[in-house]
Every structure is written in C-alpha cells, then in structure tokens.
C-alpha cells in the first residue's frame, strides 16, 4: 500500500505499482489477481471490493442497490458496509467517511479529475451523504498529478481558472498548470467537509501509475486504487 489507515470502523488507504494494475481496461497484467492479492492482504473476502465504470462524470452510484457494472464516478455506501473502490492515474481519489448523529457510519469513494472536478462529482458525493443522514464528514485526497506537474495549454487555463481561483498554477519549468489537489480541496472545505491529504505526485513517484508519464514512454500504464472498507468487528 501507498497510504493506509483507520477512520472508525473503516480501514482505508491508496494501493501503489506494488499491488499491480488494478485495472481490466488499461495497462497489462493479471487485474482481477491483482484485486483478490489486495483482498486477501487486507483481511477482506475475496471479491468484495466494488468497482466502477469511470467515465469523468459527476454521477454518484448508491453501492448498496447497484449490480452488475455501474458507470459513475463516485460510490456511496449508506450502511458503510460495501468495500469501495476507485481506479486512477493523475486523477484524485478521494475517501469519505460520515458520522449520523446516532453514531453509525456511512463511506464513499470518488474519482476527481479535472472533468469530474469541474462537473461538481465531490460536491454530488458530499450532497449523497448529507441526504443519507450524514452530519460530520471527513475526506481524504489520496495521489495525483501534482500542480508542478499538471501542464495545459494556455487557452485551457485562461478559461477553467477565471471561475475557479484554486485551480491557478505554473508548471516547475514556466508553462501553465493546473492545481487539482487545491481545488479539491476548496470545493470540500466549502461544503463543511474536514479534509486530510495523502501526498504523492502521479507523475514524478515512480511506486504510483501515471498516465500522463506512461504516454510519454516514462513507466508502465496501469491504474491504482483508493479504497474504503469496513473493519472486521
């Protein structure tokens, strides 16, 4: 693992190239090993981890009434008991953790590019929560593409950062970047939501998967994971 931790009763952390790609449609290997590997090494039953059809949307998915393959790029788990996962490699994961005023926990996960970002994906994932009785939440941003990092061309930059401030950046050798750690960060905090960060740089951090690097023949594609699950009682 990359990160890992506990928040109450759930366990939750960022899987690094380590724990190989997690993922069927991109880069190669043997994914779903890989997935029941991390299973067995976490204490979780094998297959248990949700995964998600990403498309850079802003649609939340309600792990608990899901089947077969959904296409969303955030999950909620009202009871807290379905073990989530997110895919990624430059985009943010970020892990949810809510407390009702009874005391019960519920979790979710969220993929946190830039379309999802700009889409309002973590704003959707905090209303989700809040409509499921949740009073306090803490979220953590887990890897991605640094703001020394992330470059875009100008015109891009000109018009995404007008309307959102936080995304402003510049690139370690001058060109325009953008910020996407930041701005999650602004949209969570603004919404009430207590914020903790897993560093890391996707692109410079040769333990994570890059897309940005593996285009440009500097590593391997794949994708890795964020994850929350609940504690063996």
């Known amino acids: 693992m990359w990160w890992q931790s506990e928040a109450g009763r759930f366990g939750l952390g960022f899987t690094s190239r380590a724990a190989g790609n997690l993922a069927h449609h991109a880069g190669s290997g043997d994914a779903a090993a890989h997935r029941l590997q991390l299973e067995s090494e976490l204490g979780v039953r094998p297959r248990a981890f949700r995964y998600l059809n990403q498309v850079h949307s802003a649609q939340v998915a309600d792990a608990s009434a899901a089947t077969g393959t959904v296409t969303a790029d955030a999950w909620i788990s009202p009871s807290g008991s379905e073990p989530l ?6 985009c943010l994961p970020v892990l949810f953790c809510g ?36 009073s306090g939440i803490t979220a953590w941003i887990g890897p991605g593409a640094c703001a020394d990092c992330y470059e875009v061309p100008q015109e891009m930059f000109d018009q995404l950062t007008a309307a959102r401030p936080a995304l402003a950046s510049q690139t370690r050798w001058g060109t325009p970047g953008l910020n996407l750690r930041a701005e999650a960060r602004s949209v969570l905090e603004t919404s009430a939501v207590t914020v903790f960060e897993a560093d890391g740089c996707t692109i410079e951090d040769p333990d994570l998967f890059s897309h940005r690097a593996s285009s440009a023949g500097r590593g391997p594609e794949g994708r890795f994971a964020g994850l929350i699950w609940p504690l063996a009682p």
């Open 85 to 90: 996962a997110i895919l990624v490699a430059d």
């Open 99 to 134: 407390e009702r005023v009874d005391g019960s926990q519920l979790s979710a996960a969220a993929h946190a590019g830039r379309s999802g970002l700009l889409s309002g994906v973590l704003e959707h994932t905090v209303a989700a929560l809040r409509q499921h009785g949740a």
